[in-house]
C-alpha cells in the first residue's frame, strides 16, 4: 500500500513540477512577440480494481497545451496586412501631397508668374525689360516643371529600392517558416504533443511576413503550414520555400516589378496581383497615384507647350519674321516588350496630334493572333486597331498610334504619352527679340469711308500657316452695291462667312460675297469682322504687318490662354487642370490617412480580443506558481508518508 501511495506522490510531485515549469516558461516568455501562454492538462491515472473498489493510482500530465486560436490570429493578420498596406502608401503618397500642395514650390505660383510676364509684354511689347521678363518667367516654369518631376522620380526610384528590399525580407520569411515546417513535422507525434515553441515562432515570422505581403495560410500535415500570397502563389508548401525576385517590367527597363520564380522560369506579377501588406501598399501607390500624378503633371506640360507653341507661331517677332516654338514638347514613350517573339517586326510609334484631348492614363498595344487593340489602362477599355494594315494612324484620345510590321500571337508594347511631358519640358526661346508678340497682319481703312462701318484689328489661325496662306501682299476689299457685299478676296481662296454659329462657304474665285455686320470671315486663315453700315465704296485692306516691335496682339492672345479652357476636351484650364490633380492627392492621401487611423483601431480590438486567449497574464501565473507550489509541497508530504509508513512495516518484521 505504501509502495502505490510512493507512486501516487511520485506522480503528484511531477506533475506539480511541470506546473511550475510552464508557468515560470509563461513568465519568462510574457514580452515576447508571438510567444502563446501554455497550461498543463492533467488526467487521472489508472485505477486498480480491489475487491472493495477502486484505487487511483495518481495522476500523469496529457499534455503541454498551446493557447493559439486560428481564427482570431487569422483576424490579426487580415487586419495588419491592411495597416502595414495603408502605412507604406501612406508615408510615400504625403511626400507627392507635400510636393504638389506647397504654397511657394508647387507649380501654381510660376503658372501666375509667367502670364503675368506674358501680359505685362502685352501692354509694353517694345519694353526691352518685359521681354526679358517674360524668359526669366519662362525659365522658372521650365524649372519648376522639371523640379516637381525630379523629384517624382526620386520617389519612384525610392519605391523600386523599397521593393527590391521588401522581395528580399519576404524570401528570408519563407526559407524560414519552410525550416520550421520541417522541424515541426517532425517533432509532431500525432498524440497531441506539439512542439509548442516552434509553432509560436512560425506563427510570428508568417505574422511578420504577413507585415510586408498579404498572406492566405492554410493547415497541412503534421502541423505544417502552406502560405500562398497574391492570386494563390504558392510561398511555403512544407519544407519547400518558392523564390520571388525583383526584376524590371518587360515593358519599361526603369519600373521594378516582382517575378514568380518556378524551376527556370520567372513570372512577372502584375502589380495588381498584391492587395495588402507593405508590398502591396508600395505597389497600389506607384500603379495608383505616382503613375497618374506625373503622367497629369506630364500632360500639363505637353497641353501647355503645344497650345502655347501654336499660338506663337501665328505671330510675329521683333525682326518680323515668324514666331517659332516657344517651348520643347515631351513624345510619348513606347516601350517594347523584351519578350515579344523572336521574328516579329512590329513597331509601335505614338505622336500627340491633339493635347486638349489627352488623358492621365498609359495604353497598352496588342496582338491576339488575328487583331491588334490598344487598351486605356486606367479603365482598360480597348480600342481595335482598324483597319489594318492602317492608311492612317488612329487617334485614341489625342494620340495618334501607328502600328507596322507583322507580329506574333501575345506581342505587346507599352505607350506612355506623357510621362516625359515634364522632365523634357524646355525654353526655346532664348533672346528677346524672338518672341512673337505681334500678330502678321494688320487691317486699315481710309478716312474717305463714307458709311460708318469698322474693321476688326484681325487675327489668324493655324490654316494662315498653311503653304500660300499667308499674306504676301495686301488685299484689298472694296463694298459693292445693295444688298452690301464685299469683293476682293484673294481668288485661290475660299470664304467662309460664320454669323451667329451658322457658317457658309463660299468657293475660291467667289466675286462677290454678302456683307453682315457681326459675321467672322475667314479667308486662308485670316479672320475679319465688321461693325457698323457700309456705303457702297468703302474700301478695307488687309495687309503683312511690317511692325513686329509695338504690336502687341499676339501677346494678347498668349496672354489669354491662361484662363482659356484648353485641357479635358475644353473643359480645364492649365492651372485647374493642376488644380485637379493637386485635389486628387490631396483626397486620396486624407483617404489613406483616414482608413489607415480606422485600421489602427481595428488591429488593437482583434489583437486584444486575441491576447485575452493567447496572451500571458502575469498575475494569473504568479497563482499558477503557488498553486503548483502548495500542490508539490503537497506531494511530497504524500511521499513523505508513505515512507514513514514503508519504515514502519520495515521494524515490524524486524
Known amino acids: 500500500m505504501s509502495g502505490n501511495l510512493l507512486n501516487i506522490g511520485k506522480s503528484g510531485l511531477f506533475a506539480a513540477q511541470v506546473g511550475l515549469s510552464t508557468a515560470g516558461h509563461n513568465i519568462a516568455n510574457a514580452n515576447v512577440a508571438g510567444y502563446s501562454r501554455q497550461t498543463v492538462i492533467q488526467a487521472s491515472g489508472t485505477a486498480q480494481a ?106 519612384r526610384e525610392g519605391v523600386n529600392s523599397e521593393i527590391t528590399a521588401k522581395v528580399g ?43 510586408e505581403v498579404k498572406t492566405t495560410v492554410t493547415r497541412g500535415n503534421n502541423n505544417s503550414m502552406t502560405v500562398a500570397i497574391g492570386t494563390g502563389q504558392p510561398l511555403v508548401v512544407g519544407n519547400k520555400a518558392f523564390e520571388l525576385v525583383a526584376t524590371t517590367s518587360p515593358t519599361d527597363l526603369s519600373r521594378v516589378q516582382v517575378g514568380f520564380v518556378t524551376g527556370s522560369k520567372t513570372t512577372v506579377l502584375d502589380d495588381k496581383v498584391f492587395t495588402g501588406g507593405a508590398l502591396g501598399g508600395l505597389m497600389e501607390f506607384r500603379s495608383g497615384t505616382l503613375d497618374r500624378t506625373q503622367n497629369s503633371l506630364g500632360r500639363v506640360a505637353i497641353g501647355l507647350a503645344q497650345t502655347f507653341n501654336a499660338q506663337h507661331r501665328l505671330g510675329l517677332d521683333a525682326a518680323g519674321n515668324p514666331g517659332g516654338d516657344f517651348f520643347k514638347v515631351g513624345v510619348p514613350v513606347v516601350g517594347r516588350n523584351i519578350n515579344n517573339a523572336v521574328g516579329s517586326t512590329t513597331d509601335v510609334q505614338a505622336a500627340i496630334v491633339d493635347p486638349t484631348a489627352l488623358t492621365q492614363s498609359d495604353y497598352k498595344v496588342s496582338y491576339d493572333g488575328n487583331n491588334y487593340t490598344v487598351t486605356r489602362l486606367s479603365d482598360n477599355k480597348p480600342f481595335p486597331v482598324s483597319p489594318f494594315p492602317q492608311t492612317t494612324p488612329q487617334t485614341i484620345d489625342g494620340v495618334a498610334f501607328t502600328v507596322t510590321g507583322s507580329a506574333a500571337a501575345g506581342d505587346s508594347f507599352l505607350v506612355r504619352p506623357t510621362i516625359n511631358g515634364a522632365s523634357d519640358f524646355a525654353m526655346m526661346v532664348n533672346e528677346r527679340s524672338s518672341i512673337a508678340a505681334a500678330a502678321p497682319i494688320s487691317t486699315s481703312m481710309p478716312l474717305s469711308n463714307k458709311g460708318t462701318v469698322t474693321i476688326s484689328e484681325g487675327n489668324v489661325d493655324a490654316a494662315y500657316l498653311t503653304p500660300g496662306n499667308a499674306l504676301t501682299a495686301p488685299v484689298n476689299l472694296t463694298v459693292g452695291g445693295a444688298p452690301a457685299s464685299l469683293s476682293g478676296f484673294p481668288p485661290a481662296q475660299a470664304v467662309t462667312v460664320t454669323t451667329n454659329g451658322v457658317a457658309t462657304t463660299y468657293p475660291a474665285g467667289t466675286a462677290s460675297i454678302p456683307f453682315t455686320a457681326g459675321a467672322n470671315y475667314n479667308f486662308g486663315g485670316v479672320n475679319l469682322k465688321f461693325a457698323g453700315t457700309p456705303v457702297a465704296g468703302d474700301t478695307f485692306t488687309v495687309a503683312p504687318n511690317s511692325n513686329g516691335t509695338a504690336d502687341n496682339r499676339n501677346a494678347r492672345l498668349l496672354g489669354n490662354l491662361q484662363t482659356k479652357p484648353i485641357l479635358d476636351g475644353g473643359k480645364a484650364t492649365y492651372q485647374s487642370a493642376y488644380a485637379e490633380l493637386v485635389s486628387f492627392v490631396g483626397n486620396k492621401t486624407r483617404e489613406v490617412q483616414v482608413n489607415g487611423q480606422a485600421g489602427d483601431t481595428l488591429l488593437k480590438q482583434v489583437t486584444a480580443a486575441q491576447q485575452d486567449v493567447s496572451g500571458v497574464n502575469l498575475d494569473e501565473e504568479a497563482t499558477n506558481l503557488i498553486k503548483y507550489q502548495q500542490a508539490y509541497q503537497a506531494a511530497g508530504k504524500v511521499m513523505q508518508m508513505a515512507s514513514t509508513l514503508f519504515d514502519t512495516v520495515l521494524s515490524i518484521g524486524r
Open 50 to 155: 480491489f475487491g472493495y473498489g477502486f484505487v487511483g493510482s495518481g495522476t500523469e500530465v496529457e499534455q503541454i497545451k498551446r493557447f493559439s486560436d486560428p481564427f482570431l490570429n487569422g483576424q490579426v493578420r487580415s487586419a495588419q496586412t491592411q495597416v502595414s498596406s495603408l502605412d507604406a502608401f501612406y508615408s510615400q503618397i504625403s511626400q507627392v501631397d507635400n510636393l504638389l500642395s506647397d504654397a511657394t514650390s508647387g507649380l501654381s505660383p510660376a503658372l501666375q508668374d509667367f502670364f503675368k510676364g506674358v501680359q505685362d509684354m502685352a501692354s509694353n511689347p517694345s519694353s526691352a525689360a518685359s521681354r526679358q521678363a517674360v524668359l526669366s518667367n519662362g525659365e522658372s516654369l521650365v524649372a519648376r516643371f522639371q523640379g516637381i518631376d525630379d523629384r517624382l522620380t526620386e520617389i
Open 169 to 211: 525580407v519576404i524570401n528570408s520569411y519563407a526559407q524560414q517558416i519552410g525550416e520550421l515546417n520541417d522541424k515541426i513535422a517532425q517533432l509532431s507525434t500525432g498524440t497531441g504533443n506539439e512542439p509548442n515553441d516552434l509553432m509560436d515562432a512560425r506563427d510570428q515570422l508568417i505574422a511578420d511576413l504577413n507585415k
